[in-house]
Structures are given as structure tokens and as C-alpha cells.
């Protein structure tokens, strides 16, 4: 089917919207998925929201498996509640320092008991080898 890779993104775009991620942020994660996504473009005001997040600051989090370590970069976006300057800690051991948002961690290795408690915190999007999961449902 030609449209299914729109379909998919369309998909990933309207469940991030719905979690309160801004379309420009959206738009961001929804460009792991394929190509496709990365057709579209953002006419006005990306820091458009349609929902609040369960979490203040909408984040994904980027899993790398490199041999013997699993590692976890957080991405954080700017939104209407969380505005530019805003600090952020994401709740992941052994993470204890503050971020600016929007910004990134650096890649961390984590303890898998301690990815299961973060993915536990809240319903977020989760990129593992290019393509959008989500934390409960991983």
C-alpha cells in the first residue's frame, strides 16, 4: 500500500500531539520512523501544543545498545508549560544533573531494572533502532 507510510506517521504525530508534545517536537520524533516524515514541513507556530504532557517536559528517550551497555539519551522539547531556560532532571539512575530544555543529555549507560522503573514514570516516547515506541508499552 503506497499510503502506509503516511498512515504510520500520521499515526506517531497524532499520539505525540495527544501527549502533549508540540507539533515542531513531533514532527522531530516522528522523522526516526522513515523517509516519509521527512517530507513534511511546519507551517507557524512549532511550539504549538493540543494537550498537556503527563510529564512537564516532553521527552523522548533514544536507546543504544553498544556491546556490553545499553545507553539512553534524553531529548527534551520547549513547550507552552515548559518554556525555553526551563531545568529539567530526567528521572533515570545514574542521571542526578539538570538539563536546559529544550536540549539533549549525553548518551548515559543505564541498568536495565533502572530503564524498566523510568519506563514506568509515564507514558513517553521511546526510539529504539529508528523506530517510535512507547514506555508502557515496552
Known sequence: MINSGAIKIGSTI??????GFPLYGA?????????????????????TTIAQSETVVPNV?????EKENVLAEIKMYDSVRAEKGTLFTPHLNPIDSYYIVPGRT??????????E??????????????TVYWSNEI
Open 117 to 130: 522503573e523510568f519506563f514506568n514514570e509515564g507514558r513517553f516516547p521511546v526510539v529504539i533502532d529508528e
Open 106 to 115: 549525553e548518551q548515559i549507560p543505564v541498568k536495565e531494572d533502572h530503564i
Open 14 to 19: 497524532a499520539q505525540l500531539l495527544n501527549q
Open 27 to 47: 514532527l522531530d520524533v516522528a522523522q526516526n520512523e522513515s523517509v516519509v516524515s521527512q517530507q513534511y514541513l511546519m507551517v507557524g507556530d512549532g511550539r
Open 61 to 65: 528517550c533514544i536507546m543504544k545498545e
